[in-house]
C-alpha cells in the first residue's frame, strides 16, 4: 500500500531515500503489500493509539487481504491507456518539480511514470509495508536511471512520509486493503504541503472483495479531515472503477 513524496529513512536496496502511491487490476492492489505484512484485517472492534497519550476506538470495516505474488502482474502492456494515468496525474497537478507519494507503491508502476513526469527537479517517494516491493522497485528505479526515487518502508497505519513532504499523493487500488483508515489518513496529513492533493483509484465492493464503495471512503476521508474536490469515472470505464480527489479542510 507505499504508496513521493515522495528526515528520511535509509533505501532498501540502493534508492537514496526512500518514500508513498500504487497498483491495480482485478487482483488485489496488494501487490503493494506482502505475506506477514498487511495493511488490512476482518471486522472487530479494537483500540489504537492515534499519538501519544490518545487511544481511539475503531470499528473496522471488512477489508482484503493483500496480493503477495509476482509483482510484474502490474505490467500490463496496456495499464496506461485503461487507467489514462496521464490525465490523471494531470487533475493531481503532478508537473515538473513537484513532489509525488505512491503510497501501496508496488512493483512502481506508477512510480516510474509520476518520476518521469516531475524530472530532475521533483521527486517520487515510493512507499510499501512490504520489503520485498521496496527492494523491487529500489533495485528498477537503479536500472532505469530514476535518480528521482525514493523509496520509504511504511506501517500498515503509516506511511512514514517525511513531514511537508510532497504535492500529491495516489493511492491505486490500495485503499481497501487499510485496516484502519480515519487515524491513516490524518497520519498522512502531516506529509502534506499546502493545496497537496490526494488521488484514490479503487473500485465499487464490500472491502473485502477487493474494492470499496466510493461513498464509504468519501464518509471516511471526511472524518479523517478532508473535502472531497473530484469525482471521476473514466479509470477503466468499467463502470465500477473510481477516481476521488480529495484535500485537507
Known amino acids: 500500500m507505499i504508496f513521493l513524496n515522495d528526515s528520511l529513512r535509509p533505501l532498501v536496496g540502493k534508492a537514496l531515500l526512500v518514500f508513498v502511491l500504487t497498483a491495480e487490476v ?43 505474488g509476482d509483482l510484474s502482474i502490474f505490467e500490463y502492456p496496456d495499464r496506461d491507456k485503461k487507467l489514462q494515468i496521464d490525465r490523471v496525474m494531470d487533475l493531481l497537478g503532478i508537473v515538473a518539480g513537484k513532489n509525488v507519494a505512491d503510497i501501496g507503491a508496488g512493483s512502481g508502476w506508477f512510480t516510474v511514470r509520476a518520476s518521469r513526469r516531475v524530472g530532475a527537479t521533483g521527486a517520487v517517494i515510493a512507499e510499501d509495508i512490504n520489503p520485498i516491493a521496496i527492494e523491487y522497485i529500489g533495485k528498477r528505479a537503479l536500472k532505469e536511471d530514476l535518480s528521482n526515487v525514493r523509496t520509504v518502508l511504511g506501517s500498515p497505519d ?22 484502519h483508515p480515519v487515524p491513516t489518513m490524518k497520519v498522512l496529513q502531516k506529509a502534506l504541503r499546502p493545496g497537496a492533493k490526494v488521488g484514490i483509484i479503487d473500485r465499487n465492493g464490500n472491502g473485502a472483495d477487493h474494492g470499496l464503495n466510493h461513498d464509504v471512503v468519501v464518509k471516511e476521508m471526511g472524518q479523517a479531515g478532508y473535502k472531497l474536490v473530484g469525482t471521476y469515472d473514466f479509470t477503466k470505464a468499467d463502470g465500477q472503477d473510481y477516481f476521488l480527489i480529495f484535500q485537507v479542510r
Open 26 to 68: 482485478c487482483v488485489p492492489s496488494g501487490a503493494q503489500t506482502g505475506a506477514g505484512t498487511q495493511r488490512s484485517s476482518d471486522n472487530a472492534s479494537v483500540t489504537i493509539s492515534t499519538s501519544p497519550g490518545v487511544a481511539q476506538d475503531v470499528t473496522q470495516r471488512p477489508t482484503s487481504t493483500p496480493y503477495s
Open 158 to 179: 503509516d506511511p512514514r512520509l517525511p513531514s511537508g513532504s510532497v504535492d500529491a499523493v495516489l493511492m491505486l487500488k490500495v485503499y481497501h486493503e487499510i485496516a
